[in-house]
């Protein structure tokens, strides 16, 4: 991956002061933080770290698409999380490994801030509101993966899925407005296999939505 360099320090202070985990944090935590980073630009198909590596680097994704998969047994692997907006990516294994359990693909071009681990483990031990964020967004995480383990899904049909979906991609906003829309940043393939279905039923499942008048579909965009 290419780091941008031509302004030092610059560039990632801009995207962490606009980030909504480090946003309003005091200068000086900034600063430590941006002196400790870089801007990185990935292409499509881009690996940004494989199951294994030593956990050197926080990535901050700010624009683009990745998904993360495991293997599972039988040498298969299983996409678990597919991120098209600003996400610290694989953050248990940030603050609970020493090596990825898990392989991270840019499925489209990124943009992203490497932070290093270090440095941002030493904020976060230092710092009460990062360390309160962090411990939010974790707990998130952890009841999102228990939703999901204890069959939240179980007996939905796949256009409830979809649409279970599309509302974690706009965060919801639909609480706060009638209508919202969603960018799917991602392939069909990758989708699909992120909610558990065969790209055919998810082109079904978009269909029976759009016919039902819940969602309109205009190319990429889905307004629901």
């Not at 965060?171 to 392939?187: D, I, P, W």
């Not at 079904?204 to 965009?221: A, K, M, Y």
């Amino acid at each position: 991956m290419n780091a941008r360099l031509d302004i030092p320090h610059r560039a990632q202070r801009e995207l962490l002061c606009g980030s909504q985990l480090f946003a309003s944090l005091p200068l000086a935590v900034l600063d430590e933080l941006s002196g400790a980073s870089r801007v990185v630009e990935g292409n499509a198909n881009q690996t940004i770290f494989r199951a294994g590596d030593p956990i050197r680097e926080a990535h901050l994704l700010f624009n683009g698409s990745v998904t993360r998969s495991k293997i599972i047994p039988g040498g298969g692997s299983r996409v678990i999380e597919l991120v098209q907006s600003e996400h610290l990516l694989s953050m248990g294994e940030l603050f609970g490994a020493t090596h990825y359990v898990s392989t991270c693909i840019g499925t489209t071009r990124t943009l992203l801030v490497a932070i290093d681990i270090r440095k941002l483990r030493e904020v976060v031990q230092q710092n009460h509101e990062l360390s309160c964020r962090i411990i939010k967004a974790l707990a998130c995480q952890q009841c999102a993966s228990e939703s999901g383990v204890a069959g939240y899904h179980h007996g939905m049909t796949g256009a409830q899925r979809l649409l279970d979906y599309l509302l974690e991609l706009s965060g919801n906003r639909t609480e706060l407005a009638g209508e919202t829309t969603v960018q799917l940043k991602a392939s069909k393939k990758m989708i699909a296999a992120r909610i558990g279905m065969t790209p055919e039923s998810l082109s079904r499942n978009l269909r029976e939505l759009s016919d039902t008048g819940v969602i309109i579909v205009d190319g990429r965009h889905v307004h629901i």
